[in-house]
């Protein structure tokens, strides 16, 4: 197995909020380097030591870094890209701009080169009954029956080969009908939501905290044909900003959410506002010692658990919402 080392640019504060937004995606290895550690060092009274070795001289004037090894497998792009969202994210809610850059970074390989290795892993890809993903360069027979669904790696989650991305199209699969109106928060890619008209929704909206994923989304879209009436694409944070969320309104037939658990946590108390009574929640991206903590909570704000999927360690899940 070959592995990516990649890198999270923080500082000593932010240590803990950084690993803790990579548990959260299921990654539990990290390499930390601390100038505090030094600093720790030399003001350890008790240590009996008559020199510093290298290593340790190397954390003198380091910039924090949270390193962590990923795979370079299928899987890959959309571990980093998640690992980026996450860092956005947390970006955000630093407000006293204490917890560094949050800034990705490969290590020991240009991300151009790595980009263009991608394209081994993508190939046409059958999700659920009704959909085939596939990346621009890849061509499908003439006569296939499913909906084409075009999607390349880009700077944002979402390009089908992830299990919570493949969990969430299933779902939303079973869920959508003729004429839906769908909203889809933390829309990455816009993969989900594309899917969703794809399979017979009306029109979609796309919401993402990171402006750069809205910019992407409303792109494929395009590529993929959907007129811009039935498409939006808006940037927020629907946790934190009342004016968003008065902008979504509500009356939504279906919310897909495929976030990491802390986020839908933090999302159980606002679904509501989103659908129409009756209406549906697809979740995903949820790791599986969390599972319950999570169903737990989206069900105690009026949402009845419809069905649960797991591949590996990820978990999705379907709820109806009845506020009756």
């Known amino acids: 197995m070959d592995w990516i080392e ?79 969202t996450e860092m956005n994210a947390l970006k955000l809610c630093d407000e006293q701009d204490a917890l560094g850059r949050l800034e990705v970074e490969l290590k020991n390989i240009r991300e151009e080169d790595w980009a263009n290795n991608w394209k081994q892993y993508f190939k046409p890809l059958c999700i659920g009954e009704k959909l085939l993903i596939k990346p621009s360069w890849e061509s499908v027979p003439a006569n296939e029956k499913r909906k084409i669904l075009e999607i390349d790696p880009a700077a944002s989650f979402g390009t089908g080969q992830h299990n919570t991305t493949q969990l969430c199209l299933e779902l939303l699969e079973k869920n959508i009908r003729s004429g839906d109106r769908l909203l889809d928060l933390g829309s990455g890619s816009g993969i989900l939501s594309i899917a969703a008209i794809l399979l017979g929704a009306d029109s979609a909206a796309a919401v993402d905290i990171d402006e750069n994923s809205v910019r992407i989304a409303s792109e494929n879209a395009w ?21 968003l969320v008065d902008e979504i ?76």
């Not at 159980?268 to 599986?288: D, Y």
């Open 6 to 84: 990649t890198a999270v640019y923080t500082t000593t504060q932010g240590i803990e909020a950084v690993t803790g937004r990579l548990l959260g995606l299921g990654i539990d290895g990290f390499v930390i380097k601390d100038s505090q550690d030094f600093e720790n060092f030399l003001e350890d009274k008790d240590g009996n030591w008559d020199y510093i070795d290298d290593d340790l001289m190397g954390l003198k004037d380091c910039e924090t870094t949270v390193t962590v090894y990923i795979p370079d497998d299928a899987d890959a792009p959309e571990t980093l890209n998640a690992i980026r």
């Open 223 to 243: 590529k993929n044909n959907i007129p811009k009436e039935k498409y939006k694409a808006l940037a927020g944070n629907v946790i934190t900003d009342d004016k």
């Open 249 to 324: 309104a509500g009356g939504f037939d279906v919310v897909c959410a495929n976030i990491v658990a802390d986020v839908l946590l933090a999302m159980s108390s606002i679904f509501a506002k989103f659908l129409k009574q009756g209406g549906k929640l697809v979740v995903s991206g949820i790791i599986e010692p969390r599972r319950d903590e999570v169903l737990e909570s989206i069900a105690q704000n009026g949402f009845e658990l419809i069905e649960t999927r797991q591949k590996d360690d990820w978990v999705a899940a379907s709820f109806v919402y009845d506020n009756s």
